[in-house]
């Protein structure tokens, strides 16, 4: 399946099905890019170990001059530390402005490689490779990041990749965790802009869930879709794109309450989404919203129960006055006026909120 993210005089391919890593060196001729170029795959120790050496075997059997280079998995590797000795990696291995990065990985790799291509010697071109469910998400929007010790995602830029190809073959070896925090994304791509995308999550929600095509593709196909029609309306994130922030700044705030061992991001925002989504019905009175968004979250093994976490409500809405995107100490917060139509919400009552949190 491929898709088309148009951003003005901008626009790059996504490309998803089945073993398409294993056409990787036709994809990128495709895009122009030729054996006088050098690249650099980036990627971490699980996903390398599966699947990095077919890849350059694939590359060099082609022609390519091509280097790799490994982080430790996980969100660790998104730091200044990892980012420089990338960068010197790359120098020593003389890479030019002409040099292509391949992110190869989960969000962590692309968000880490991305940062790299974004700002070495100004910014050379990436092709973003995902490897997991959630990185549907973080693939496309061009938006590239490194962690600082003070905060999640502090250092970073805009930079659009090449092209997004998105082999569903890896994601057989996801663990299962993984893929429930992955579906929370698809699905809240589904609540706030698509109606007739969350019937189709129902209808399929086996199939979705052991990962079988052509489910997979097309849910990945439709959540991207959506994805990159917010972005290409907002790239810069002065607008529109907050929606997608749907249940992110109850879930930051469990994030950060759990110090991001309790809960994967996605677990997090699955039950930041089941708040929101009472929030909207109260606000909205659109009868069996929440029950609706709720039954299917747990349908993809999230949790959606906030009652039983061991903060006050006094805690979550402090922490939450503290995410970076409460602007001028308002709590903005994206509600679904409807199933498939998400709203920013400004002057929601504290009152509304205490009253939601105890129900
Ligand atoms: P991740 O990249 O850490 O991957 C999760 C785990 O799965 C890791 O241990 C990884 O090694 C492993 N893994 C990856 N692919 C695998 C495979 N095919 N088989 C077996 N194991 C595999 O995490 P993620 O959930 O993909 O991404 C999270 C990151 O994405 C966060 O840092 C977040 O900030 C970022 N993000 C960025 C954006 C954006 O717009 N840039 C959006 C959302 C999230
Ligand atoms: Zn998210």
């Known amino acids: 399946k491929t898709l088309t993210v148009d ?19 036709a994809y990128l001729q495709t895009l122009g890019i030729t054996s006088s170029q050098t690249l650099l795959v980036v990627t971490d120790d699980h996903v390398g170990a ?6 350059l075997k694939g590359l060099q059997r082609a022609g390519f001059r091509v280097f790799s280079y490994s982080v430790p998995a996980g969100e660790q590797a998104k730091s200044l530390s990892y980012y420089e000795q990338i960068i010197t990696y790359a120098l020593e291995h003389k890479l030019d402005r002409q040099s292509v990065i391949l992110a190869l990985g989960g969000g962590v790799v692309g968000d880490l490689a991305g940062f790299v291509a974004s700002t070495y010697m100004r ?9 997991t469910l959630l990185a549907h998400d973080s693939s496309v929007g061009g938006k590239v990041a490194i962690n600082h010790p003070l905060g999640k995602n502090m250092i970073g830029s805009f930079h659009q990749p090449l092209a997004v190809i998105y082999d569903t073959a890896t994601l057989s070896t996801l663990p299962e965790r993984e893929v429930a925090c992955g579906f929370a994304e698809v699905l809240k791509h589904g609540f706030i802009w698509d109606e007739a995308f969350v019937d189709w999550l129902e209808e399929n929600a086996n199939p979705c869930r052991a990962l079988q095509e052509p489910f997979l593709s097309e849910a990945l196909y439709r959540a991207c879709h959506i994805k990159s029609q917010v972005v290409s309306q907002d790239e810069k994130e002065t607008g529109l794109r907050a929606i997608l922030n749907f249940g992110h700044t109850f879930g930051h705030a469990f994030e950060a309450l759990g110090h991001y061992r309790d809960f994967t991001h996605g677990e997090a925002v699955a039950i930041g989404m089941a708040v929101a989504a009472h929030v909207s019905e109260a606000v909205y009175g659109q009868q069996g919203l929440a029950e609706r968004v709720t039954r299917l979250l747990s349908t993809y093994g999230l949790p959606v129960e906030w009652h039983t976490l061991p903060w006050s409500f006094e805690q979550v809405l402090e922490k939450m006055y503290t995410d970076k995107k409460v602007m001028a100490g308002r709590l903005r917060l994206v509600l679904l006026e409807r199933m498939g139509r ?9 009152t509304t909120l205490r009253a939601v949190w105890s129900l």
């Open 7 to 25: 951003l003005g005089e901008r626009s790059y391919p996504i490309w998803i099905g089945q073993g398409l890593l294993s056409k990787l060196p």
């Open 342 to 350: 998400a709203v920013i919400a400004d002057h929601v009552a504290e």
């Open 123 to 131: 910014g050379i071109p990436f092709v973003q490779l995902p490897t």
């Open 50 to 55: 599966l699947y990095l050496e077919p890849v």
